[in-house]
């Protein structure tokens, strides 16, 4: 499938003046306000065509991912609420600062979700993570919840769901429906995602418009298995099994 429906733009460093960077295709914008985009930088935007390659192997597939999700990562805890913290420096100077207000915690849907772990980890350390078994039936496309495992206390703490693929949205708003029958309230949830269809923005965007959804990427569509396209596969094959 041509990737001629989503928009290009020029990608390359500010320096260069347009007519000098090559063109790429670029994220699909959306009204939604709940959905945060990351920009889309040269960086991102090669990092996502090394993951998006059919001929990327295993390991490498790993690495860029790991890079794209730490990005999210980042952004993510920018979504934050934060309270102002004064500290005083080793020269006796005040400093004017913030600290983050609340406690968290991820929340991964298994198996791909748990690729996004270790980069979570890595920004907030000893984080709590809890677990939520959702399967996508291959035929009919339709989520099946079997598990979950989630910290006592989550209807006290902002989460960080996580979850690389939107495709129908259905996995990811049964997750958001486990959490909120915590007590979770939906304000408090912020989805990481690497890549999401317009249809599964959408979705999650008319369904639970307080969520915060941070992608890396909105791609064209699904095609007829609702698979994401142009996409990159099965996420969770790619960097468990293949
Ligand atoms: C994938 C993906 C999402 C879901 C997205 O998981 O990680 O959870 O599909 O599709 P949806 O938006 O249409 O629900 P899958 O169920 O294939 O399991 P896996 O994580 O074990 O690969
Ligand atoms: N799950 C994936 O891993 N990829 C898709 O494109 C859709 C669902």
Redesign the pocket.
């Known amino acids: 499938m041509a990737s001629d429906s989503q928009p290009q733009a020029p990608v390359g460093p500010e320096y260069r003046p347009a007519t000098q960077k090559p063109k790429a295709t670029v994220s699909t914008p959306l009204p939604h306000d709940n959905v945060h985009i990351l920009p889309q930088t040269p960086q991102l935007i090669a990092l996502l065509t090394m993951i998006r390659d059919t001929n990327t192997g295993r390991a490498d597939f790993i690495f860029y991912s790991n890079r794209i999700i730490r990005l999210l990562v980042e952004e993510g805890l920018n979504h934050l609420p934060v309270v102002e913290h004064e500290i005083t420096t080793p020269v006796g100077r005040n400093y004017a600062g913030v600290k983050f207000e609340g406690k968290i915690c991820g929340v991964s849907?298994?198996?791909?979700?748990e690729s996004m772990e270790q980069g979570l980890r890595d920004c907030c350390r000893s984080v709590r993570i809890g677990k939520i078994l959702?399967?996508?039936d291959e035929e009919t496309?339709k989520?099946k919840l079997y598990y979950d495992k989630l910290p006592e206390d989550i209807a006290d703490r902002w989460v960080l769901l996580l979850?690389?693929?939107?495709?129908?949205?259905?996995?990811?708003l049964m997750a958001i429906d486990v959490l909120k029958s915590r007590g979770v309230p939906e304000e408090h949830i912020l989805f990481l995602n690497l890549i999401a269809s317009p249809e599964?923005a959408k979705k999650f965007a008319d369904r639970f418009p307080k969520v915060r959804v941070v992608t890396a990427f909105v791609d064209q569509g699904l095609d007829e298995k609702?698979y994401i396209v142009p996409g990159l596969g099965?996420?969770?094959?790619r960097f468990y099994t293949m």
């Open positions: 849907i298994m198996r791909a979700g959702i399967q996508r496309s989520p979850d690389p693929m939107l495709a129908t949205g259905g996995s990811a599964g609702n099965d996420f969770g094959d």
